[in-house]
């Protein structure tokens, strides 16, 4: 929320220096931020993981239509409490993985079902906390969202912290770049 008209800062408005005796402001509001927190069969955030709010198709015309739903807003997963947030309007909108490598890993969990997405609405000015339960795929269990190798699993010696690790003596390979002082 932000004033959208008004003649004074009302963040910092110092009242003694006003000499109207009413002030007047109009407040704009553009998102409802829709909050919640994700985990994984463990129980684990699973960090890093990409989120995207799209357009619902409300009909089942909406819903065979060739073009592709709108992203509305994207996120990450942070690994503290698994918590993210979205922004969005009132209305219909699908929760997804986002396509990468964490649709790749991951799948939506709800009841006993795995979804590709899951539906959620904006009802409210101040939205219940969503809870969002995932799970890695089992053939990739092994692989992990932060690990930045090319190959997607080339184990921690070929990530940016593997190599950063051992060339301060973490052990593992040497460096690629060759020295190690």
């Not at 994700?38 to 089942?60: I, K, V, W």
């Not at 979205?86 to 969990?109: D, H, R, T």
């Not at 795929?137 to 190959?151: F, I």
């Not at 912290?161 to 002082?181: D, L, N, T, V």
Request: net charge negative; glycine share 8%; proline share 6%.
């Amino acid at each position: 929320v932000e004033s959208s008209e008004c003649a004074h800062d009302m963040d910092n408005i110092l009242l003694e220096s006003v000499e109207e005796q009413v002030l007047k402001a109009q407040y704009r509001l553009d998102h409802i931020l829709v909050a919640g927190h994700c985990s994984d069969e463990n129980q684990e955030p699973p960090a890093g993981l990409m989120l995207q709010l799209t357009d619902h198709p409300l009909s089942s015309a909406d819903a065979s239509s060739s073009t592709s739903p709108r992203v509305v807003s994207d996120t990450l997963v942070m690994s503290n409490l698994g918590y993210f947030q979205l922004k969005a309007q009132p209305g219909v909108f699908s929760l997804a993985i986002a396509p990468g490598k964490s649709s790749e890993l991951y799948q939506i969990k709800a009841s006993d079902a795995l979804l590709p997405s899951t539906r959620m609405a904006v009802d409210s000015w101040e939205p219940e906390p969503m809870k969002l339960s995932v799970v890695k795929r089992a053939e990739k269990r092994h692989l992990s969202l932060l690990d930045s190798s090319e190959g997607m699993g080339g184990g921690e010696e070929e990530s940016f912290f593997g190599s950063i690790s051992s060339y301060f003596g973490g052990g593992g390979a040497e460096p690629k770049g060759g020295m190690r002082q």
